[in-house]
């Protein structure tokens, strides 16, 4: 059974960088791996929210707020999905998740995006604050 276990929050000010690791535990990622990987966030009072996700052969997708600043990519030798975060602002303050669902419960890898609601693998978070 596949487990999730992320890193690297922490509290940085705007425009600052960080980069957040989710080791993957109990499965081995492989390019012939079938799973979509992704990670989220929530705020306070605010709902979840997909910032990016990757499917198995590596296709990314970010949303519109995040594009251009955060990377997702993944690293199949260390078994680890990253998000890396750069001209951080206020607004991405969060707890953020890894999450990852295998793409044979649908049947493809074209599900595999931010607005996806159907992850069912999940971390237990790491704290992002962005300070001004």
């Known amino acids: 059974q596949m487990q999730l276990t992320e890193s690297g929050g922490d509290s940085v000010q705007v425009g600052g960088s960080l980069r957040l690791a989710c080791v993957v535990s109990?499965?081995?990622?492989?390019?012939?791996?079938?799973?979509?990987m992704g990670w989220f966030r929530q705020a306070p009072g605010r709902e979840r929210e997909g910032v990016a996700t990757?499917?198995?052969?590596?296709?990314?997708e970010h949303r519109a707020s995040v594009e251009g600043r955060f990377t997702i990519s993944r690293d199949n030798v260390k078994n680890t999905l990253y998000l890396e975060m750069n001209s951080l602002k206020p607004d991405d303050s969060a707890m953020y998740y890894c999450?990852?669902?295998?793409?044979?419960?649908?049947?493809?890898?074209?599900?595999?995006?931010?607005?996806?609601?159907?992850?069912?693998?999940w971390g237990k978070g790491t704290l992002v604050t962005i300070s001004s």
């Open positions: 109990g499965y081995t990622l492989t390019w012939s791996s079938t799973y979509c």
């Open positions: 990757i499917d198995s052969r590596g296709h990314s």
């Open positions: 999450a990852a669902v295998d793409e044979g419960q649908y049947g493809g890898r074209s599900f595999c995006e931010p607005d996806f609601t159907g992850m069912d693998i």
